[in-house]
């Protein structure tokens, strides 16, 4: 008798089970584990700012863009080795003249064009608007700190290369403009964490710019 109430509550128990809608688990990201804030000034002799940025996060020249390092001397990127990512940092002088490459047919070609206010802000613009077809939205903010630096801050949203990006200047001498980017494909979700960490430090670096 035992044997068959056990038989028979174990057929239940089996069946039942058979017919329970699955429901599958969300997808999960692995873990990552912050460093604790903290900053440290970078303030090179003869470049024409200066700013504070992460204690984790590492300085160096960026001889990748146009004609290299001689002709850009003050684009710097600033690395984040634990994040595969880094900020990209690229000074132009109002006023002064910038080398671009330029297609002509099948071959690109240098040119030369002088820097003007204008020009720099829409080219600003331009750059972080080239991620729309990947962006779910991009909205800008403009703003102004307490050491009379005026720029735009922009937030890409979706699956986009980029997610934060801006320009400082004062509108007469200096223009910097940063974007923040991954090492990796970018997914929104899984990156979401690490851009809002970051941004608080973009802010940071904002916040702390002066020109010299």
């Known amino acids: 008798m035992y044997k068959f109430l056990f038989c028979a509550i174990f057929l239940l128990t089996a069946i039942c089970s058979c017919n329970r809608p699955y429901t599958p688990k969300p997808r999960g ?23 504070d940025y992460p204690a984790y996060g590492r300085i160096v020249r960026d001889s990748s863009l146009f004609d290299g390092a001689e002709k850009n001397p003050f684009w710097i990127n600033i690395d984040f080795p634990g994040f595969n990512g880094r900020i990209y940092l690229s000074y132009k002088a109002i006023g002064g003249s910038s080398s671009y490459k330029v297609k002509r047919g099948e071959k690109y070609i240098d040119s030369v064009a002088m820097n003007t206010f204008d020009g720099l802000v829409d080219e600003a613009y331009r750059m972080t608007f080239k991620h729309t077809t990947k962006a779910s939205g991009i909205s800008d903010s403009l703003f102004r700190t307490a050491n009379g630096v005026s720029g735009a801050y922009f937030r890409v949203e979706g699956n ?37 960490f970051l941004e608080a430090d973009m802010r940071h670096l904002i916040e702390t710019l002066r020109w010299q």
């Open 29 to 51: 990201y692995f873990r990552i584990d912050f460093p604790e804030r903290s900053y440290v000034e970078f303030n090179e002799q003869g470049f024409p700012y200066r700013f």
């Open 160 to 196: 986009a290369a980029t997610a934060r990006q801006f320009y400082v200047t004062d509108s007469t001498r200096h223009f910097l403009r940063g974007a923040l980017y991954f090492d990796s494909t970018p997914n929104e979700d899984s990156l979401s964490v690490v851009n809002a």
